[in-house]
C-alpha cells in the first residue's frame, strides 16, 4: 500500500475545487497549479499551497506536464490527480508521473492508450462479447474502398475520426454521391484537432439515445459498475443535461450493459474510475461507443444515487486499496439531474458569452447540489470552457428530480452573462423530456428560441426583482449602521 499525504491537482476550477474537498476529509493536503487568468480562483485559494505555473492559454500552463512534474518534485507531491480535460486522458503524462514516481490517480498509461484511440478500442473489446455498432474494424484510407464499405453497411453511415471526441471529425453521410467530400472534410477536421487524420466508417443509428455506465476497478482485479447516466441532451455533440438512472432501461438491459461495460474495463485491466460509453437504439439495442478513462464532469448524479464519492475511491485505489464495495452492495436511490450552467448564450445557438459575474447567487434547500469555482465579481476566462458550475438535484423519483431542478434553477441567480439555466428549464419542462420520450437530436427537434425567450422575459423580471432588493439591503444596512452609532434608549436610561 501507498500512503497518499499530499496531492496535486492539475486541473482548475469546479473539478480542482471538488477533488480537494474529498481530499480535505481525507486529512490529505493538496496543492493546486494556476495560470495568470487563475491567480484570484477559488481552487487557488482553497488549496494548502498553490504554484503559478504559466500564462493564461492552457498551452502555457496547465498543459505542460514537465513544469507540473517540477512543481511536484519541488513539494514531495505523492500524487496528481488530473480531473478531467487538460491532461487527464494523456497517455504520455500518465507515464511522465511514473517515470517521476508520482502517483498518477487514473488508470495506466496502456489503458488511456488503447481506449484514446476508437479504434483501438473496438479492437481491444472484439473478444469480450460486447456489442459493436455495424461496420468497419479498421481504419478507411481509400475512399473507393470506403464507398464500397458504406453500400454494405446501409446508408446513412457516420464517418468518424479516430482519436478525439466533441463531435469534430464526424460526418453524417446520407447517399454514395455525398461520401467522398464528408470522407475528406472528416479526415480534415480530426487532422487539424487532433493531429491524427485517421477515420472509419459504421452505421449511422437515427435518433439514439446517449447511455454511459460508470465503473470502478481495484488493482486486485475486482470491477464493478455504478449503474448509467443518461446524457441524450446535447448541443453541438456536448453533453448539456445528464440524469441517472435512465429513464428506460429496464432491470434486464441495465444489467446487461453494466456486464458489457465490465468487460470492456478488463479487456485493458483498467483501474480506478472510468466511463464505458453505449448508443441505445429504438428497438432496445445497444453498442459501444468508447470509453473515457477520467472522471467524467457529470459525475456528480452517479454519487447522488449509488451514495458512492468516485473520488474518495480513486484515491484509494490509486494507494493499492481494494474497492469499498461490492457489486450487490449497491442499489440504486432515487433519481438525480444535472444541468451543465455554461456561459452560454443559448438564444445565439449557445455561443460563449463571456464577462463578469455582477451577481451570482447559488440555489439552497433539500435535494440540491452546486458544485462551482466561481464567486460574485469573479470573471469567466475566455480562455477555458465556459462553464460556471454544475447544477445537481436529487430526489424520490425522476418527477422530483425535475420539479426539485426547475426549484434550483428559479433560485439561482447570475447577472453579468447569458447561462444556459433557462435551457435547463426549457429541458425540465418539456413534455418529451418528461415523459422521457426523446434522443440525442432533442435540441435540434424540440428546441425553440422563441418559446425559450418567454422564459428568459421571467428570468429578467426575477433578476430586476433580486437586484432592487440587493440594493434595498444596502440602504436598509445603511440606516442601521447610522442608528447603531446613536445613543440607544438602553444606554441612556442606564445613565439617569
Not at 508520482?102 to 456489442?131: C, Q, R
Not at 463578469?356 to 440540491?368: A, E, N
Not at 441567480?413 to 418528461?434: C, D, I, N, S
Amino acid at each position: 500500500m501507498k500512503s497518499i499525504k499530499k496531492i496535486l491537482v492539475a486541473n482548475r476550477g469546479e473539478i480542482a475545487l471538488r477533488v480537494m474537498r474529498t481530499a480535505k476529509e481525507m486529512g490529505i493536503s493538496t496543492v493546486a497549479v494556476f495560470s495568470e487568468a487563475d491567480r484570484n480562483a477559488v481552487h487557488v485559494r482553497f488549496a494548502d499551497e498553490a504554484v503559478c505555473i504559466g500564462p493564461a492559454p492552457s498551452n502555457q500552463s496547465y498543459l505542460l506536464g514537465d513544469k507540473i512534474i517540477e512543481v511536484c518534485k519541488e513539494l514531495n507531491v505523492d500524487a496528481i490527480h488530473p480531473g478531467y480535460g487538460f491532461l487527464s486522458e494523456n497517455a504520455g503524462f500518465a507515464k511522465l508521473c511514473e517515470d517521476a514516481g508520482v502517483i498518477f490517480i487514473g488508470p495506466t498509461p496502456h489503458a488511456i492508450s488503447v481506449m484514446g484511440d476508437k479504434l483501438s478500442a473496438k479492437h481491444a473489446v472484439k473478444d469480450f462479447e460486447v456489442p459493436q455498432v455495424p461496420g468497419g474494424d479498421g481504419e478507411v484510407k481509400d475512399i473507393a474502398a470506403g464507398k464500397e464499405l458504406a453500400k454494405e453497411i446501409g446508408f446513412p453511415v457516420l464517418i468518424k475520426a479516430s482519436a478525439g471526441g466533441g463531435g469534430k471529425g464526424m460526418r453524417v453521410v446520407e447517399k454514395v454521391e455525398d461520401f467522398e467530400e464528408q470522407m475528406a472534410l472528416a479526415v480534415s477536421e480530426a487532422t487539424s484537432a487532433f493531429g491524427n487524420g485517421a477515420v472509419f466508417v459504421e452505421k449511422y443509428i437515427t435518433n439514439p439515445r446517449h447511455i454511459e455506465i460508470q465503473i470502478m476497478a481495484d488493482s486486485h482485479g475486482n470491477v464493478c459498475h455504478l449503474f448509467e447516466r443518461d446524457c441524450s441532451v446535447q448541443r453541438r455533440h456536448q453533453k448539456v443535461v445528464e440524469e441517472a438512472p435512465s429513464a428506460v432501461l429496464t432491470p434486464e438491459k441495465r444489467e446487461a450493459m453494466g456486464k458489457a461495460a465490465i468487460e470492456v474495463a478488463r479487456s485493458v485491466d483498467y483501474t480506478g474510475a472510468g466511463t464505458v460509453e453505449f448508443i441505445y437504439t429504438e428497438d432496445h439495442q445497444f453498442y459501444f461507443l468508447e470509453m473515457n478513462t477520467r472522471l467524467q464532469v457529470e459525475h456528480p448524479v452517479t454519487e447522488m444515487v449509488s451514495g458512492i464519492d468516485l473520488v474518495r475511491e480513486q484515491i484509494r485505489v490509486a494507494e493499492g486499496h481494494e474497492l469499498s464495495f461490492k457489486q450487490e452492495d449497491l442499489k440504486i436511490n432515487g433519481h438525480s439531474m444535472e444541468v451543465r450552467v455554461y456561459a452560454e448564450n443559448p438564444w445565439e445557438n449557445f455561443s460563449p458569452d463571456i464577462g463578469t459575474l455582477d451577481v451570482y447567487s447559488r440555489p439552497l434547500g433539500p435535494g440540491v447540489r452546486v458544485d462551482d469555482g466561481f464567486e460574485q465579481g469573479m470573471e469567466v476566462p475566455i480562455y477555458y470552457d465556459p462553464m460556471i458550475s454544475k447544477l445537481v438535484t436529487h430526489g424520490e423519483n425522476r418527477e422530483e428530480a425535475m420539479d426539485r431542478m426547475i426549484r434550483a434553477i428559479d433560485e439561482y441567480r447570475v447577472l453579468g452573462v447569458e447561462t444556459t439555466l433557462p435551457f435547463g428549464k426549457y429541458v425540465m419542462q418539456h413534455e418529451a423530456f418528461r415523459s422521457g420520450n426523446f434522443s440525442t437530436n432533442f435540441v435540434n427537434v424540440h428546441f425553440d428560441a422563441e418559446k425559450l425567450s418567454a422564459v428568459k422575459n421571467d428570468e429578467l423580471e426575477m433578476a430586476a426583482i433580486f437586484a432592487s432588493k440587493l440594493l434595498q439591503d444596502d440602504a436598509d444596512k445603511d440606516r442601521f449602521n447610522n442608528k447603531v452609532n446613536e445613543p440607544s434608549n438602553w444606554k441612556r436610561n442606564r445613565t439617569l
